[in-house]
């Protein structure tokens, strides 16, 4: 069993008629519902709302087969994320955080122990800027990471960066008190998942590969690239592999990265690599992020963040 922790919102997309249509999102949901539609038991450990939002995403979740028992729930109304989608199909977020309920996953709302066969825990993204529920991810993995797997995705929203006060960009140097803490969570992972913008915005001064190699260096037995249409590479200790995205037609990019991760962690699932002490294969390395491309890629073929069922994949690698 994997589990997911973080925030799950509601983005604002743009619709046909000119308005918005509110859609399920948030990385760690969108994680956790890509992993359950793919056949891995998954648990989603975060905060959610009473108001209809809130009802509407923990429906979701259930209905995509995601175990809400370490979900909690409360009276804030549900975070919102504004997203602009370009002609490519490439989406930026403005965000409505404020008094909102994914930020208010509090250490207490933790579980003071993991059941046995949790095998991996999976946090990141917006969840890891935001107050309360930064400090209680970076105690989470604090607490979990000398005995499972821990997969970070940064994803990084310089939009969000920009809400916080003090600025997260203060004396302490460039990301002051998120740096720090991500620093610390990118050191106790076993895996960093990051996309190309994110590691130019933790390494300025770096190319990516050699970006790589430093997050490497920092802790972590696998670090994973992803480069959009030009597909992903990976660097462990003993391997390294680049592989290409499939070509597909996109209808917008929201979610794909969450597909990707979510994949990375099936297909470790199911070829029993979910462990602290991951080794991989240069061929292993290779089949893992393919895999990961095809279900990044499939994801964007349709508008929102709608992963793919295992169903899907099985038609789609069919000759």
């Excluded at 037609?249 to 070829?271: N, P, R, S, Y």
Aim: proline share 7%; net charge negative.
């Amino acid at each position: 069993m994997i589990v997911v922790c973080g925030e799950a919102l509601i983005d604002l997309v743009p619709s046909a008629d000119g308005g918005q249509r509110g859609t399920a999102g948030g990385g760690p949901f969108n994680t956790a519902r890509a992993l359950a539609r793919l056949g891995i038991p998954t648990q989603f450990l975060g905060r959610l709302s009473h108001d209809a939002f809130g009802k509407q995403l923990g429906e979701q979740l259930a209905a995509d087969g995601a175990d809400l028992s370490l979900t909690s729930f409360g009276p804030e109304p549900t975070t919102l994320a504004i997203a602009d989608v370009d002609r490519d199909g490439h989406a930026a977020y403005r965000f409505v955080i404020d008094g909102t309920s994914a930020p208010n996953l509090t250490q207490q709302m933790l579980p003071p122990s993991f059941n046995p066969r949790i095998e991996a825990l999976h946090v990141g993204t917006l969840g890891l800027v935001l107050e309360p529920i930064g400090t209680t991810i970076a105690a989470l993995v604090d607490r979990e990471h000398t005995q499972r797997l821990v997969m970070v995705d940064p994803n990084i929203r310089p939009s969000a960066l920009s809400l916080l006060s003090p600025s997260p960009l203060a004396a302490e140097g460039r990301g002051g008190e998120y740096r720090t803490r991500l620093d610390q969570v990118i050191a106790q992972s076993t895996i960093v998942k990051a996309s190309d913008a994110d590691v130019a915005w933790l390494f300025p001064e770096l190319d990516l590969h050699a970006a790589a190699h430093a997050l490497l260096a920092s802790g972590p037995r696998l670090v994973v690239v992803t480069l959009g249409a030009d597909g992903a590479f990976g660097l462990t200790g003993e391997a390294d592999a680049r592989v290409p995205a499939p070509a597909v037609d996109v209808v917008d990019t929201i979610g794909a990265g969450d597909a990707f991760g979510a994949a990375l962690l099936a297909w470790l699932h199911d070829h029993d690599r979910l462990t602290r002490n991951l080794r991989l294969t240069r061929d292993e390395l290779r089949a893992a992020l393919e895999f990961a491309c095809l279900v990044a890629s499939l994801t964007c073929t349709r508008a929102g963040a709608d992963p793919p069922r295992r169903a899907e994949l099985d038609h789609a690698s069919a000759p």
